[in-house]
C-alpha cells in the first residue's frame, strides 16, 4: 500500500518528467565559443530550500535560500553538473507561494558560471505538492540574454497544519526542479 508521502512523490516526479519534455530538444542545442552564448540548456536537479522566517499562514514576504544540484544538457551527448545557490523573497504562505524575486548564481563543473535573475513565480497546490513556476533571464555568464524558465515541486515533506502547529512555521523543505534556458 503506497502512503499519502508515496503518491505525492509518484505526482511531483510525473509532473516534473512532463515539464522536461516540453522543453526544446536538445538537438537543437548549440555551442559558440567557451560561455556558449544563448545555448539551448535543460536542466533537472533537487534542491534543499530553506525559509526564514519559517512560512505560515501569513502572505508576508519571507526569505528563501535554496542550494541544490543540476544535470544539465546543451548538446547531443553533452552532459554538465552544475551547483546553484538562489537567495530571494517569496510573498506566500504554507498554502500558496506568490511572488518571487530571487537570483540564481550556477557553478557548472567545468569552470563556467551563470546567473539568473528571476521576477515572477505563481504557484498551485495539488495533492500536497505545490508547484511553482519561475520566469526570468541570464543576466550573467555563460547564456547571458538567454530566457530561463524553472519548474519546482516541493515535495510534502510535512502537512499543512506544521505552518500553524510548529513552532516559527515551515523552514525547510526539498524540491525537484526543471530549468530550460533558452534564446
Known amino acids: 500500500m503506497i502512503g499519502k508521502r508515496g503518491v505525492g512523490i509518484a505526482v511531483a516526479c510525473l509532473a516534473l518528467a512532463a515539464a522536461g519534455t516540453g522543453g526544446a530538444p536538445s538537438a537543437q542545442a548549440h555551442g559558440r565559443g567557451p560561455d556558449r552564448d544563448h545555448t539551448v540548456e535543460d536542466c533537472t536537479g533537487e534542491e534543499s530550500i530553506t525559509y526564514g522566517p519559517g512560512l505560515s499562514l501569513s502572505s508576508a514576504p519571507v526569505a528563501v535560500s535554496v542550494d541544490g544540484t543540476y544535470h544539465c544538457t546543451d548538446r547531443p551527448g553533452h552532459l554538465v553538473t552544475a551547483t546553484y545557490h538562489t537567495e530571494g523573497t517569496t510573498g506566500g504562505s504554507c498554502l500558496l507561494l506568490a511572488g518571487n524575486r530571487s537570483e540564481e548564481t550556477l557553478h557548472y563543473a567545468d569552470g563556467g558560471t551563470t546567473v539568473i535573475a528571476y521576477r515572477s513565480g505563481p504557484s498551485v497546490r495539488l495533492v500536497g505538492v505545490n508547484t511553482a513556476v519561475l520566469s526570468g533571464v541570464v543576466v550573467a555568464g555563460r547564456g547571458k540574454g538567454s530566457a530561463a524558465e524553472k519548474t519546482i515541486q516541493t515535495l510534502p515533506g510535512s502537512l499543512p497544519t506544521d ?13 525537484f526542479t526543471h530549468l530550460s534556458l533558452h534564446p
Not at 163 to 175: D, K
Request: aromatic fraction near 0%; charged fraction near 10%; proline fraction near 8%.
Open 163 to 175: 505552518c500553524v502547529l510548529a513552532p516559527g512555521g515551515l523552514r525547510h523543505t526539498t524540491a
